[in-house]
């Protein structure tokens, strides 16, 4: 099921709970709310990532609590995270990933395992606040390095970071990836079958698409650099190799 559906399912889900209990079961509002919170939480240990987990389990409490429905919460607060949501994430780059920046230091060692000469293009395919490209800097100080972000908001943000990059407002399916030596990846899993079937049609021989923390599952991995937090940047270089 395509991300966000399972939370909004959960959600709702919840929602219709709390909602049963206290109009027609007359139940207290509190055994409500930890029935349907209990129901969201045990939904939520399905969830593929930390953060997917977070959002399915805390939805619910967190728009219970602001909406006004208990306490005297006024409802509108709750409008105002969801309009800043909205403009930092447009819904396009929902269905790809959520914004969650390549921690520092997490590419060490890249250069080494997949070598590339100085002046080489690098892309960062949905580059968010720019901690990738600082990353991927830090690795090929002498790449050309070129940034896409959907969302207007960070793309300005991303530029002012990594002042070093070309960085665009552009949906990286709709870019051609054909001059680039290394397509650097920071998504969600359920993108990387996308990723892996528009880099195999683009790249050229010899370049790599590198993608940290998910894999490719159809694919082997020509090599995979373990970071030191315990994830791992699983790289392909092209023409990939099936398992
Ligand atoms: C997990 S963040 C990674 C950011 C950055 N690459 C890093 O590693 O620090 C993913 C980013 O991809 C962006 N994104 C998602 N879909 C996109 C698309 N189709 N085109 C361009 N950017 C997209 C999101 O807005 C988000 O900023």
Redesign the pocket.
Known sequence: MPWPMPALLVWGAAWSVFIVATRWLQMSPVIALLLAAGLAITFSLRGETRWRRLLIAWGFPLSLGVSGVVGDVPAWPWLLPLLLLAVL?PV??W????????PAQALKGLARLAPLPAGARLL?????????LIELRREYPHAQLTG????WP?RFACAWRARFATVRR????AADWSDCDLV?L??RPESMPRAAQKAARELKAGAWMAS?EFRVPELRPTKVLNCDDGRQVWLYRAPFAKR
């Open positions: 994430y396009q780059a269905r790809d990933a959520p914004l969650f920046p390549t960062d395919a949905g580059c968010g606040l720019g901690d990738g896409l972000e959907w969302s960070l552009a949906d990286m399916w650097y920071f998504q940290l």
